[in-house]
């Protein structure tokens, strides 16, 4: 069985982040879901910070994205998102993501535009990415292993050993998951 879960614009702004839980994604013990909204954001905020950046190769990730999971661009919800009440308005339609794809989780590095009492009428709950690679990781040890392992063999420029890549990941707040991976150096 699949967890649905949507990944928010802020995970996957992160190449590092991204391509970690995008290669959890691809292990089968979650279906991930996204918009073309979500796209938009993500890309927008990489333009905006780094305008040295070419949008054609973020579009490029888009569709990669989008092609190698399938069922993951979102559409349909959009009726969804007026109904909705959160602290900022312009995440209701992650919100609405994630209720139209029955999604058990949004992962989001934005916990308090995601309150529970908003939430849990629709049994979805806000996670950080580290609380969600960690809780994965406690169920599905040998897949997240999996996963890091090929995330860390991606990485060619420059390649990085087990000890940099857990730094790299260190960096990117996920503090409880190099706990457990550090458990499992040989494996990554």
Request: glycine share 4%.
């Amino acid at each position: 069985m699949m967890i649905d879960v949507v990944y928010d614009a802020c995970v996957i702004y992160s190449a590092t982040l991204r391509d970690l839980l995008l290669n959890i994604a691809r292990e089968r013990i979650v279906r991930p879901h996204w918009s073309d909204e979500i796209h938009e954001e993500w890309i927008g905020g990489l333009l905006r910070k780094r305008p040295g950046l070419n949008r054609e190769s973020l579009e490029r990730t888009r569709r990669r994205m989008n092609i190698k999971f399938k069922n993951s661009l979102t559409k349909g919800h959009e009726s969804i998102v007026p109904t909705l009440v959160l602290p900022d308005p312009k995440d209701r339609h992650v919100l609405a993501v994630a209720i139209h794809t029955q999604s058990s989780w949004i992962i989001t590095l934005n916990l308090k535009d995601f309150p529970q009492t908003a939430l849990q009428p629709y049994g979805i709950a806000s996670l950080s990415p580290d609380d969600f690679v960690s809780r994965l990781f406690q169920e599905f040890p040998y897949f997240v292993l999996r996963a890091a392992r090929k995330h860390r063999l991606s990485l060619k420029h420059p390649p990085k050993t087990v000890d940099e890549y857990l730094a790299t990941l260190e960096k990117q707040g996920l503090s409880q998951t190099v706990a457990f991976l550090r458990k499992y150096e040989a494996d990554i």
